[in-house]
């Protein structure tokens, strides 16, 4: 089932169901719906949920990791009554409903992250080739290898090193 902003929001004045955020830690410390457990996706299974003797409505950015959420844990438990926030807390903001967001936390997405993190290597990589040696320009092909790589296989090793950064752990 698929619930509106508006819906959930209802749903949490009642208090008849339990909010599980599915996105990466990192995500959540930077904004969450208040009352939000966070519970991963890639660490999701129908034993670590707290309860399942409530609705389980499960959120992440845009709707994606949650939908597939409900699908993980419906085919260990067809019974179990579970619910995806539309369009995720993207959603939920965009109907003017607050988040938490820690004034202390002002950290840059893991995407915008990687992004400057691949600038300053190619920076590197070509102050490097031009003024030093021609073999400089190689890890500016590596660079953008890995960049190809991430955007065919959804997968990047740059952002899952600086997911693990202090900064993103606090």
């Not at 820690?102 to 003024?131: D, N, R, V």
């Not at 890995?146 to 740059?158: F, K, N």
């Amino acid at each position: 089932m698929i619930l509106s902003s508006l819906e959930l929001k209802k749903h949490l004045v009642d208090n008849d169901v339990i909010l599980i955020d599915v996105r990466e830690p990192v995500e959540y410390n930077i904004e969450h719906i208040e009352g939000a457990l966070l519970l991963p996706l890639s660490s999701l299974t129908l034993s670590n949920l707290p309860t399942v003797s409530k609705k389980i409505v499960f959120y992440c950015a845009a709707g994606i990791r949650s939908h597939k959420a409900c699908v993980k844990i419906l085919q260990e438990d067809d019974s179990i009554d579970v619910s995806t926030l539309e369009g995720g807390i993207q959603a939920w903001k965009q109907a003017g409903l607050p988040v938490i967001s820690p004034a202390c936390k002002k950290i840059l997405p893991i995407q915008q992250q990687t992004q400057i993190f691949a600038a300053i290597l190619l920076s590197i990589s070509l102050m490097i080739g031009y003024g030093y040696h021609p073999y400089g320009f190689l890890l500016s092909g590596l660079v953008a290898v890995g960049l190809m790589m991430s955007g065919l296989t959804g997968w990047c090793g740059s952002a899952k090193i600086l997911s693990k950064m202090p900064w993103n752990n606090r």
